[in-house]
Antibody, heavy 116, light 108 residues
C-alpha cells in the first residue's frame, strides 16, 4: 500500500515562494509519476503539474509556467513542488498524488496560505 | 487543451434515489482516458472510475461509468449516506497534462 506524506501547513507573504514536499512509502512509487493538484477554498480541483516517468521532464499547467518547479529526489524518495511570486490567489490546499494517468493514492494535503 | 464541463452544478436527491452526473468534453476524447473521483469534505479525492467504465479497487457496484466521445456519465444507482459528496471528472490523455471538470455536488 502506497502512502504519501506531505509537509505541514505554510504561511507566506505575497511575492514570496513556498516549497512543499511529498514523501512516498510502502510501494514502488518511482515506477510511476507524481502529480500535484491544488484546491482553493470552496473551489474545485486544479492540476498544477507533475512528473511522468516516460517523459523526460516535469510538465506544468500553462497558468503556472515560469513560477513553478517540480523535482524528485530519487535518493530520498521525496518529491517537491515550489511555487514562486505568490499571490492571495495561490492560497489553497496542495495535494500530491501518484500518477498512473489516474491518481489512486493521495497525500493528506498541505495548506498554503498567502497573506500580508 | 481539453475543457471538461460538468452538469448539474448541484444535484439534490434523497437516499435510495438514482444520481446521474454528466461530464462533457470540449472535443472528443478516448474513453480510456476519462476518470471520476469522489471528494468528501476535508478529504483528498478518491478514484472511483477509470477508463470511463472500470471501477477502481474497492468501489461498490452501485457506481458505474458510461459514455464516449464528448459525453460521459457517472451513475450512482441507489444513493447511500456516504455518497453525498462532490464528484469530479478528469481527462488524462496521452500527454502528461491532466484536466479536471469543475465538479458536481450531490446533496440531500
Amino acid at each position: 500500500q502506497v502512502q504519501l506524506v506531505q509537509s505541514g501547513a505554510e504561511v507566506r507573504k505575497p511575492g514570496s515562494s513556498v516549497k512543499v514536499s511529498c514523501k512516498a512509502s510502502g510501494g514502488t512509487l518511482r515506477s510511476y509519476g507524481l502529480s500535484w493538484v491544488r484546491q482553493a477554498p470552496g473551489q474545485g480541483l486544479e492540476w498544477v503539474g507533475g512528473i511522468v516517468p516516460i517523459f523526460a521532464s516535469p510538465h506544468y499547467a500553462q497558468k503556472f509556467q515560469g513560477r513553478i518547479t517540480i523535482t524528485a529526489d530519487r535518493s530520498t524518495g521525496v518529491d517537491y513542488m515550489e511555487l514562486t511570486s505568490l499571490t492571495s490567489d495561490d492560497t489553497a490546499i496542495y495535494f500530491c498524488a501518484r500518477d498512473l494517468g489516474t491518481s489512486d493514492f493521495w497525500g493528506q494535503g498541505t495548506l498554503v496560505t498567502v497573506s500580508s | 487543451e481539453i475543457v471538461l464541463t460538468q452538469s448539474p452544478g448541484t444535484l439534490s436527491l434523497s437516499l435510495g434515489e438514482r444520481a446521474t452526473l454528466s461530464c462533457r468534453a470540449s472535443h472528443s476524447v478516448r474513453s480510456d482516458y476519462l476518470a471520476w473521483y469522489q471528494q468528501q469534505p476535508g478529504q483528498a479525492p478518491r478514484l472511483l472510475i477509470y477508463a470511463a467504465f472500470s471501477r477502481a479497487t474497492g468501489i461498490p457496484d452501485r457506481f458505474s461509468g458510461s459514455g464516449s466521445g464528448t459525453d460521459f456519465t457517472l451513475t450512482i444507482s441507489r444513493l447511500e449516506p456516504e455518497d453525498f459528496a462532490v464528484y469530479y471528472c478528469q481527462h488524462y490523455g496521452d500527454s502528461p497534462r491532466r484536466t479536471f471538470g469543475q465538479g458536481t455536488k450531490v446533496e440531500i
